[in-house]
């Protein structure tokens, strides 16, 4: 069965992949829009496969062969094997080809993964030779020159694809003029640009839903049920540095509790979803809207629903009597926005101090026994390793999870903008990334990596505390060891005590051997002489 619009999310390759990230929520919506419209539409979705093969990564990311360059198997491991994940270039332009369309879209997220985008529609373009292509998300909305600059797209749709794909579909059946099309960009004949603002729906009760019917449900589950994305608003009023979505491009709007509870039934009822994670920034902001919602699910659905939100909440939002709403509705974990506790570095992230409700929101998770993940930056442009430094040492002690996102300027940011003033931006889109360490400023990509190995160490130690198991003491490793590189857990506890003697982190490679990885001893062993073992919570 043919279709007139054909929408790709394309593979991507790096070190890792979280695949209960990657539902393509957005090309969903997208669906829907163009569907009421009349058209038939495929969705393309690359990622919805477990294939994935080794590739060499860019020559550019060579230098990460230094700290990277060893597999370990040990708990304290970080990033080894870059990876292409999804079907092959070549398999999404057979099955754009197959699908009949004459415009086919293709989703270009994220910075980092913006050369994966343009693989497939360079690859599109050879098996569809007489399709117009078109690339619309993040990226395009950002750098549009850079995306038509490829020369393998004929438009970039920037902002809210909902809004303009439908319209862009209409003008080139010539039911409409394309300088009309919001967002549209474009070369063109006399070789200029013709590029226009963000494209945006204003009415966020007109969102449409996504076409669940068109994601591949047997991939996208968790525990042999249903697995979806709910996005109850868009944009942010925050403005932090770092974050493109604070931009005066995207306002902030969300939609009401009734619209979303729709989604979320459809979800529920008829796709048998049972997992829902909400990709909201400011989930919680609003509390009686949020209390509402809540108490919706609960209503309908008791405790049926496994819910979370990924993508962090914000701390001063939540207090006691809110977790546990969010419990009885269905959360057993929260994702908790720390950013740092440098009150100069907040300041620079235009973010306030929000330890004391981090704190309350933490307790509070405790007492219920739900896990709290607790997220700080590190490598940022003027941010030093010290201060990160103390963020690991002051989430040691509360019980949360220490994770640790090293920072990468994104394209459309406050910060993207300073680093470029700096010259501190990579120098290929491929290395705006975290497991990329994208830039050194105040802090290396040593002390980077080695912060990244210390909260896995730190995080480890939580798991024995949190297991009734204690903190090994320190002991030297005799020279030539080797460890059974199964038993994760014994080898971690064997490392641990290594650790705790020297300052050295090591890992364990597949036959067993033990090796020391490349990491700033001075940074480690400061972390070592600060650190209260005793006082670690799980």
Request: with cysteine; charged share 25%.
């Amino acid at each position: 069965m043919t279709s007139d619009i054909a929408l790709i999310q394309p593979p991507i390759r790096d070190f890792y992949l979280t695949a209960k990230r990657t539902f393509p929520y957005g090309l969903a919506c997208i669906a829907t829009a163009l569907q009421t419209q009349g058209w038939s539409v495929a969705l393309i979705d690359a990622l919805s496969t477990a294939k994935s093969r080794p590739v060499d990564p860019p020559p550019a990311m060579d230098y990460l062969r230094d700290f990277y360059g060893h597999e370990d198997r040990s708990p304290f491991c970080l990033f080894h094997r870059y990876r292409h994940y999804g079907y092959s270039f070549e398999h999404v332009a057979r099955l754009a080809a197959a699908s009949g369309a004459s415009l086919i879209g293709i989703s270009s997220l994220f910075t980092a993964y913006s050369m994966e985008a343009i693989e497939t529609a360079r690859a599109v373009r050879a098996a569809c030779p007489g399709a117009v292509i078109v690339t619309g998300g993040h990226h395009p909305t950002a750098l549009p020159r850079a995306v038509l600059d490829s020369g393998v797209v004929d438009f970039v749709l920037r902002g809210e694809g909902e809004a303009g794909l439908p319209q862009l579909a209409a003008a080139l059946h010539g039911r409409g003029v394309l300088e009309k099309v919001p967002g549209l960009c474009f070369r063109r004949k006399n070789g200029t640009l013709h590029i226009t603002p963000p494209a945006l729906v204003p009415d966020p009760d007109s969102f449409p839903p996504p076409a669940l019917q068109l994601v591949k449900r047997g991939f996208y589950q968790r525990r042999r049920r249903g697995s979806v994305v709910v996005t109850a608003s868009r944009g942010c009023p925050m403005g932090c540095s770092y974050c493109v979505l604070g931009s005066n491009d995207v306002p902030y709007r969300r939609r009401s509790v009734a619209a979303v509870m729709a989604e979320i039934c459809t979800a529920v009822d008829d796709w048998g979803a049972g997992f829902i994670d909400f990709e909201d920034e400011n989930l919680s902001l609003d509390r009686r809207w949020f209390t509402d919602l809540l108490a919706r699910i609960r209503r309908r659905y008791g405790r049926r629903l496994e819910l979370r939100a990924m993508n962090g909440l914000f701390p001063p939002s939540l207090d006691d009597d809110l977790v546990g709403a969010m419990q009885a509705a269905g959360f057993r974990a929260l994702n908790l926005s720390l950013g740092t506790c440098s009150q100069p570095q907040q300041r620079r992230f235009r973010r306030p101090d929000v330890r004391a409700s981090f704190e309350t929101a933490v307790s509070s998770a405790h007492r219920r026994g739900m896990q709290a993940v607790g997220y700080v930056i590190a490598g940022a442009p003027g941010q030093r390793a010290e201060d990160s430094l103390d963020d690991l040492l002051y989430l040691a002690y509360l019980p949360v999870l220490a994770a640790v996102s090293v920072y990468y300027p994104a394209p459309g940011s406050r910060d993207y903008e300073h680093c470029r003033e700096r010259e501190l931006l990579p120098r290929h889109f491929g290395l705006m990334r975290s497991s990329a360490l994208p830039i050194e400023d105040t802090t290396s990509r040593l002390q980077a990596v080695t912060l990244l190995r210390l909260s896995r160490l730190l995080d480890f130690m939580k798991q024995l505390v949190g297991g009734g198991q204690g903190i090994p003491e320190p002991r030297p490793l005799e020279e030539g060891a080797r460890l059974s590189a199964h038993d994760r857990t014994e080898a971690g506890r064997r490392l641990l005590a290594a650790w705790r003697y020297d300052g050295r982190i090591r890992g364990v490679s597949p036959g067993g051997r033990v090796y020391g990885h490349r990491i700033d001893t001075r940074l480690s062993r400061s972390f070592l002489k600060r650190l209260d073992c005793r006082k670690i919570r799980g």
